[in-house]
């Protein structure tokens, strides 16, 4: 990694937001597959290969079912209740936010509501059709009925689950992410008793994702609004349209291989890939975490702040950098446990284990062209991305023909790799051929792949036999592999402190001199503490916070607050804050700060006053960095400490 890139101060702080909140976006996540894969498995021993590759098609038209549910009006409001999606990745300004989130929100619930129902109701009319095109002439229709059921609550439980993760509520979210397939079992073990098999399994789907969208809006309420507004329906739409090339594209290159590989694979052969596919997707969505990380962290002063400190191209490539690192990491995992995963079914799915590796590669090709495009700059690079991403689907389909016809199931996922090459290839060239090229770390990255090649090739020499021999030789694999990347020279000497410090801070354990709470509060008055503590911990808006407490003039309040929190960063030790209080420009600047830190309303309004703050230069980026730290600090202070600082210990 570039030597100027060290993660030390905002680079430091950023890293350890992107760790907290990627580790809980894969806590949640991989929890969510694993009890997925949990599942299967389960279901893998009440029914054979050729219909667990039917249930692979009904769960094919469920999730399609979704897509076209939420197909622009989920891209839309949360564009216009949050300034973005989960999936976007490139650099466009928010514009036309609403202003009045909540009612937004409520608005786009409503609708996609109203337009799963509809969907889902016409799909049960034409139900039997549908089920002699997907599953063959002699399938049951009420099949086809359970999957219209899933797919339009699954359409509502997306944009609920999302929107509590855009809202950075990550604990919610984990549980939101972890119900559906613990509904999902409850409900579908007692229907394979009972003697339901491919019914009782895509009813338990069903059923289950119907019971996680209750929870998920249970979660969420006070977040929206009852409401409907034709108005805003058209300008959800109309701010979701721009993104319906892409979302069809990445949906199609992720999913569209189940079908297609009906129609020249067997339902036996289709259920083992199935399997397979279900145990890649465990290790696809680490990389998946670490970029959707950086969605909601992109709207933040820390992220303006490290690319200020360090420039944009090396920020971003030491970004990038670290994202191959840890993808490197997670491919040999899947490769040298891949039969490990796949021996906890019945003997009849066996086959499933060599394609596990390479599902995984394909399955992540997606996540790869997405962070690439979130770390080069160049302008107006939306565009190009969207076209990339319909390019690839075009390949896709024409090379997932020819493939499988030469290599059976293999084909699909070779297809999906080869799919994103030419337009990854494009917007890289013409990242590094424009004014602000990322500084890649090619050597680090080169060290990482090229060893973890030669150990997952080397484990797959030796025959272990036994699961338990299988396991200790994989964890022999990545233990050389951790080891052997850092003393290579992957991790830079200068790196491996602060990343070890990072990784610290994430678990509450950092033993770098930090911001002291005790001795902050302590160097305040108790007037200006108790307003202080009304704007923090009772989230109060600056005037109510100060009444009664701190003499303001109107319109002054969140000033004052400013310069409280200021004067208590400082006296219990963050360096680095503007010296100039008493001046003209800082009184100003301070009140739009304090209008900026104290702000209510949803995360994406405030994230729009601070991003304005920066673009407009009236604050700096690391000035808003650290008072947001201070107060985050702050928050988590014990009531005891705000009340008798002196009692406090360091924290």
């Known amino acids: 990694m570039s030597k100027a890139a060290a993660p030390g101060g905002t680079g430091a702080a950023l890293g350890t937001q992107v760790l907290r909140y990627s580790g809980i976006h894969t806590v949640g996540v991989v929890l969510s597959n694993v009890l997925t894969f949990g599942s299967l498995i389960v279901i893998t021993y009440f029914v054979e290969p050729d219909a667990f590759g039917q249930l692979g098609l009904l769960i094919f038209l469920a999730g399609l079912m979704t897509l076209l549910f939420t197909l622009a009006s989920k891209q839309g409001t949360m564009k216009r209740t949050f300034g973005g999606d989960d999936d976007d990745d490139d650099d466009e300004e928010d514009e036309d936010l609403s202003i009045s989130p909540r009612r937004t ?94 019914e009782g399994a895509i009813a338990g789907t069903a059923i289950g994702t119907a019971l996680a969208t209750v929870f ?31 979302v069809l594209s990445m949906w199609i290159v992720g999913y569209f291989d189940v079908f297609i590989l009906s129609r020249f694979v067997s339902d036996a052969d289709l259920g083992t890939y199935l399997l397979a ?5 465990l290790a696809a969505f680490l990389p998946a975490g670490y970029r959707k990380a950086l969605r909601p962290l992109q709207k933040t002063a820390t992220f303006r702040a490290v690319e200020d400190e360090y420039g944009v191209g090396t920020a971003r490539g030491t970004q990038f950098g670290y994202f191959v690192l840890m993808l490197t990491g997670t491919m040999l995992v899947v490769t ?69 016809e030469a290599f059976g199931v293999r084909g699909a996922p070779m297809a999906m790799m080869l799919a994103f090459l030419p337009p990854g290839i494009y917007i890289f060239y013409r990242s590094q051929s424009g004014r602000s090229p990322i500084d890649l770390p090619w050597r680090a990255m080169g060290i990482a792949i090229g060893l973890a090649l030669i150990l997952g090739w080397v484990n797959s020499l030796i025959d272990a036999g036994s699961v338990i021999p299988q396991i200790a030789l994989g964890v022999i694999a990545m233990g050389l592999w951790i080891i052997l990347v850092p003393l290579l020279g992957a991790i830079p000497s200068y790196h491996r ?63 004052v607050l400013v310069a409280a929190l200021r004067q208590t960063a400082v006296a219990g030790g963050t360096p680095g804050l503007p010296k100039d209080y008493d001046s003209p420009h800082a009184v100003q600047r301070d009140q739009a700060i304090g209008e900026f830190l104290f702000a209510g309303g949803p995360i994406a309004e405030r994230d729009q006053i601070g991003k304005r703050l920066i673009n407009d230069g009236v604050a700096e980026a690391y000035d808003l960095h650290t008072l947001e730290a201070t107060i985050t600090v702050l928050r988590g202070t014990p009531r005891g400490v705000w009340k008798k600082p002196k009692t406090a210990i360091r924290g």
């Not at 302008?379 to 689907?393: E, L, Q, T, W, Y």
């Open 105 to 198: 929100l409520g608005t786009g619930m409503v609708l996609i509501g109203f337009v799963s129902i509809l969907g889902t109701l016409l799909t049960v009319l034409l139900a039997e059709p549908i089920s002699d095109v997907l599953l063959g002439e002699e399938s049951d229709h009420i099949l086809v009925i359970w999957a219209a059921i899933a797919g339009g609550a699954g359409a509502i439980y997306r944009v609920a689950s999302i929107s509590i993760w855009l809202e950075r509520r990550p604990y919610p979210y984990i549980a939101v992410e972890a119900s559906k397939p613990v509904f999902t079992l409850l409900a579908t073990v007692p229907l394979l008793l009972a003697g339901g098999a491919l």
């Open 216 to 246: 998920a809006l249970f979660l969420l309420r006070g977040e929206w609004e009852w409401a409907f507004s034709i108005r805003e329906s058209i300008a959800i739409y109309r701010k979701g349209a721009i993104r319906v090339p892409l």
């Open 277 to 281: 596919s279900k145990a890649a997707t």
């Open 336 to 404: 040298v446990f891949a039969e490990v995963l796949v021996r906890v079914s019945p003997a009849s799915y066996g086959a499933a284990a060599p394609l596990v590796p390479l599902l995984a590669g394909g399955l992540v090709a997606p996540t790869v062209y997405r962070m690439l495009n979130k770390s080069v700059k160049y302008g107006d690079k939306r565009i190009p991305f969207i076209i990339g991403a319909v390019c690839a689907a075009i390949l896709f389909i024409g090379l997932s023909i020819p493939l499988i």
């Open 497 to 559: 402190g602060p990343l070890i410090e990072m990784v610290r801070a994430v678990i509450g354990r950092s033993t770098v001199e930090r911001f002291d709470p005790a001795a902050g509060l302590h160097s305040l008055p108790r007037p200006q503490r108790r307003a202080l503590r009304r704007a923090v911990l009772g989230r109060k808006p600056a005037a109510e916070a100060t009444e009664g407490l701190v003499e303001a003039e109107e319109g002054d309040e969140a000033r």
